[in-house]
């Protein structure tokens, strides 16, 4: 268990010194190999950016467990990630193509406006963070425990969470097409003013989940046996 002082510390970001840029300032990596959690400017500001992606890709590369990663923007292509453990770690507007994080751990961190095309998070465990306005394409969470999450807002397309806990998560104004969330723990899982087109959640304890009748987007089909994706 983290104390509440060494969670608070996890977030103390710098923001970058680049005149009028209010982005963090993104981790760099020291000779010896360890990480200094906030440096002076963001990637896109950094002297030297394909220099400092490459060492933040290496770094995450070669360790298991990473803590206050700042990885604001970074991209990461064709990479694998399973059974890693995060916490409390950065990766806003980030895009992820093919990285394959099976089996991680990952506590307090933050995915909000990024992006992720034909990623797998299988059998994970993902807790109190965030993928706000996030985009998902070909993306699975299948077995996954995503407990006390924020999806609010994001875009999933053929992407499944099936099998997975999503307790007390928000997909909240959410777009979700042909993606599925079948035989998942959806109590107190909030799909308020989501629109939702070709959405399974056969087996799903959908009566359990919250929904705003009515104010949907999209036009609904019924592709369940003895449930509807509007969940009523």
Request: charged share 20%; glycine share 4%; with cysteine.
């Amino acid at each position: 268990m983290f104390s509440i002082a060494y969670i608070i510390l996890m977030y103390l970001f710098n923001k970058c010194q680049y005149p009028g840029c209010k982005t963090f300032a993104i981790s760099s990596v020291k000779d010896d190999g360890t990480l200094i959690e906030s440096d002076k400017f963001c990637l896109r500001h950094n002297p030297n950016p394909e220099e400092l992606a490459h060492n933040l890709r290496e770094y995450i590369n070669t360790h298991e467990k990473i803590v206050g990663l700042n990885a604001d923007s970074l991209t990461l292509d064709d990479m694998n990630l399973s059974n890693k453990k995060f916490y409390g770690c950065n990766f806003q507007h980030a895009i992820f193509n093919n990285v394959h994080s099976n089996l991680i751990r990952a506590r307090m961190c933050m995915f909000d406006f990024s992006t992720f095309t034909d990623c797998t998070f299988i059998k994970s465990n993902i807790q109190f963070s965030s993928f706000s306005g996030s985009k998902m394409v070909h993306t699975i969470f299948t077995g996954s425990d995503l407990i006390h999450n924020n999806f609010n807002g994001i875009t999933a397309y053929q992407s499944s969470f099936d099998d997975s806990d999503l307790y007390n998560s928000r997909f909240i104004k959410s777009i979700l097409m042909n993606t599925s969330l079948a035989n998942c723990n959806l109590k107190k899982t909030a799909f308020y003013d989501s629109a939702r087109d070709g959405v399974s959640f056969k087996l799903s304890n959908t009566r359990e989940a919250l929904f705003t009748q009515g104010k949907e987007n999209f036009t609904f089909e019924d592709n369940n046996v003895g449930s509807s994706s509007r969940g009523e």
